[in-house]
């Protein structure tokens, strides 16, 4: 008894609160069609204004069309959050002057049948809204969104701005209509001027309402009242809608019965040619709707805290565009405003988002006819609306850029009023390839510059041959380059290469460089006319294989003074050696004995005979093996004539050369004194002849001289001192 009694008024309570969910979604959606309502009429009127007004019928159709297709296509590959497709207004802008350019050249070839003229509109829009859904899908599919991020922030807000304008423009010619041009005849007809007066009005209220009261009723109340007060004044007056029609204070009256057709044909007098002009604007509203659905995107993002995917976002709009395009529809995207109202209203929920679509889809099936009804100021001051948004985003952004910053985004603002949102946009785009040159070339192409005391070859020489190399290293240049090359910041290594005094050798390290263009290749090709006229060798190195290509195309590597090396320890050897023939000095000695370095190093005396006993002599030829790896370690050598290579065995690949022994330089010295195993293998790079001092040999000498064994592990003491000091420059060289 007592469940039953509990029981019941927990079921009321239920039926209740789904009876209140189901009012707020109710009412959201309600909002929200208005609202989408309104926005839809004013692009209409927007698109199809002046010769195309007879047309407005036939637009109305395609958008409505393309609205419901494309947002139950959208809703099924999206999936997640319910958010509203709608039409984007930038894109709206830019598909006024497509439409514009269409009539005018349908008109200039004799075209005169509105029907025609119609079917043309849509042709040229749909091949606009298919570009655009062939982007979006391309970016979605490759995951790639957020690269058209990469336009500049300046010109992206100068263009909107333009656009704002452009809605204001068409704002006020689409709420006040004037048979005439506006001059002073217009100010003369209080109907202009009421109208006029009325559509700002509507325009700023919303405006102004919207950013100081931010509640759901703001927009719904403004449209409510403007229509009250439009039809409260007709009826006051005693004007009947067909005169209200006709003096401009109602929409033109719409086709009664369904809107589901087909455009007519466009028949034998349409002319194709008349679409290849439209190229730009077609790719300007791409690019502009990738830029805005962005937005859109990361701004709901940031309203609702939801993740929304933006890429599956791409690939749906994609595909709703797709179908749109097929009705010659604009381009569609994720709506701001209708989805953040819908959801804050409550009727964030697939409910409310199908019978928002369900109210759309009666209006294709079962007429527009009630359209008629809506003021043109209210249409026109929805315009003026989206505007004023867009110009105070605007002026908020040039408050916080730098003046030149600024001085872009107001040029590209004019250019777009001036000349069009498609001129807007290529200059923006120009302006934006400027921005990112001159921003890049700011970033220093030469990441590090070093001498040859800084950065040496893997050859360690005899200490009179490194100490002669120390001395005139600053003839030597190491230019450590990074990032992408082009005109400008080649040209910056072009005048440091010139600031250089004395130059030998200058050697250009791209491992760190992305690529590079062909007005960089013209400078290297300055650089290698420098080198000739000041007598110095250029080298590149580490150069990508398509960057070799390119510059073995274009002759670079042929020219004399220049040439291509495959490592920088090759270029650098090159380099030293070049540096001690110019010196004087021989960069391989013909022969070095073991006493006479002992005694050059240490400024002392010892003679040749004095190591006779101690010392095997052994001889190489060209890729004999020394020692290896891993075997035990008894002796060490000193290298009398050759080079010497030390390299590193790693299974499964060829040998990692570490560094090459020249004469006058010991090896295996670690290894013996401390005993243990070899650590790296010692090849002759070249006919080699050396001097062995083992284990056995040294403590003999300790027994027998203990002077000359003082000597001789003094001499290694400052021989192991001087290997590290070389590697410990050369682990900071390579860190820097």
């Known amino acids: 008894m007592s469940t039953g009694v509990s029981s019941a008024p927990a079921g009321v309570s239920r039926r209740a609160a789904g009876a209140g969910w189901g009012l707020r979604t109710a009412v959201a959606a309600l909002v929200v069609t208005i609202l989408l309502v309104v926005e839809l009429v004013g692009f209409m009127q927007l698109i199809y204004s002046g010769p195309l007004a007879p047309s407005r019928a036939t637009g109305l159709s395609a958008m409505l069309l393309a609205f419901v297709s494309g947002s139950l296509v959208f809703a099924v590959i999206r999936r997640g959050v319910p958010v509203t497709h709608t039409f984007i207004g930038a894109a709206a802008v830019v598909q006024a002057a497509i439409a514009a350019s269409v009539a005018e050249r349908l008109a200039a070839t004799g075209v005169t049948d509105p029907e025609v003229i119609a079917a043309g509109v849509l042709l040229a829009c749909g091949l606009a809204t298919l570009a655009t859904s062939l982007v979006f899908l391309l970016l979605g599919t490759l995951r790639a969104s957020l690269l058209a991020q990469l336009l500049p922030y300046p010109v992206l807000t100068g263009f909107l701005g333009g ?415 070049r540096l001690l023939a110019r010196i004087g000095v021989a960069a391989r000695p013909e022969a070095a004995d073991f006493a006479g370095q002992i005694g050059r190093t240490l400024n002392c005396t010892v003679g040749a005979i004095d190591l006779t006993p101690y010392l095997a002599v052994e001889t190489l030829g060209a890729g004999d093996t020394l020692v290896r790896q891993g075997e035990a370690a008894d002796a060490l050598y000193f290298v009398e004539s050759g080079l010497v290579s030390i390299e590193l065995e790693v299974a499964g690949r060829a040998n990692l050369r570490l560094r090459t022994m020249a004469a006058g330089t010991v090896i295996g010295e670690v290894a013996m004194l401390q005993g243990g195993r070899r650590t790296a293998t010692a090849v002759a790079e070249t006919a080699c002849r050396l001097g062995r001092l083992d284990r056995t040999a040294l403590d003999r000498m300790e027994r027998e001289r203990p002077d000359l064994a003082l000597v001789v592990q003094r001499f290694l003491i400052v021989e192991l001192a001087s290997k590290l000091f070389d590697t410990t420059r050369l682990l900071e060289a390579e860190t820097r």
């Open 163 to 577: 656009v704002g304008l452009l809605f204001v423009e068409g704002g006020v010619q689409s709420g006040a209509p004037h048979a005439g041009p506006l001059d002073l005849s217009a100010a003369a007809d209080p109907g202009f001027l009421a109208r006029l007066g009325l559509t700002l009005a509507v325009g700023l209220l919303t405006f102004g309402l919207s950013r100081h009261f931010r509640h759901w009723a703001v927009l719904p109340g403004v449209i409510l009242a403007t229509v009250a007060a439009v039809h409260g004044g007709l009826w006051w007056s005693g004007i009947g809608l067909p005169a209200a029609q006709a003096a401009g204070w109602l929409l033109d009256p719409f086709p009664s019965g369904s809107l589901l057709r087909l455009p007519a044909g466009l028949g034998g007098g349409f002319d194709p040619d008349v679409l290849v002009p439209l190229l730009p604007k077609i790719l300007t509203q791409a690019l502009v709707a990738v830029i805005i659905q962005i937005l859109y995107v990361l701004s709901v993002e940031l309203e609702l805290q939801r993740d929304l995917d933006i890429d599956r976002t791409f690939v749906a709009s994609g595909a709703a565009n797709l179908l749109g395009s097929l009705f010659g529809s604009t381009a569609m995207g994720m709506g701001r405003t209708p989805t953040v109202l819908l959801h804050n209203l409550g009727g964030g929920n697939w409910l409310g988002w199908s019978l928002t679509v369900g109210a759309m889809a009666m209006l294709l099936v079962f007429g527009a006819a009630p359209l008629a009804m809506l003021p043109r100021p209210l249409a026109g001051g929805t315009l003026v609306f989206l505007g004023l948004n867009l110009l105070t985003a605007l002026g908020g952004t040039l408050r916080t850029l730098p003046l030149w910053e600024s001085v872009v985004a107001l040029a590209v603002c004019a250019g777009t009023t001036a000349f069009g949102a498609a001129s807007g946009f290529l200059i923006g785009i120009a302006l934006a390839i400027l921005i990112f040159a001159a921003r890049y070339a700011r970033i220093p192409a030469v990441r590090l510059a070093q001498t040859g005391a800084e950065r040496t070859s893997s050859v360690i020489r005899a200490p009179e041959v490194a100490r002669a190399l120390r001395e005139a290293s600053r003839h030597t240049a190491i230019y450590t380059l990074q990032g992408y090359l082009f005109f400008l910041n080649a040209q910056a290594i072009y005048r440091r290469a010139g600031t250089e005094d004395d130059l030998c050798t200058l050697v250009l390290d791209f491992r760190d460089c992305v690529g590079l263009d062909s007005s960089a290749l013209l400078v290297f090709r300055k650089m290698a006319q420098l080198a000739r006229q000041r007598g110095f060798d250029l080298l590149l190195v580490h150069l990508a294989p398509e960057v070799e290509a390119q510059v073995r195309r274009s002759g670079l590597s042929a020219l004399p003074h220049l040439r291509v090396a495959d490592t920088l320890d090759h270029a650098l050897r090159t380099a030293e050696d």
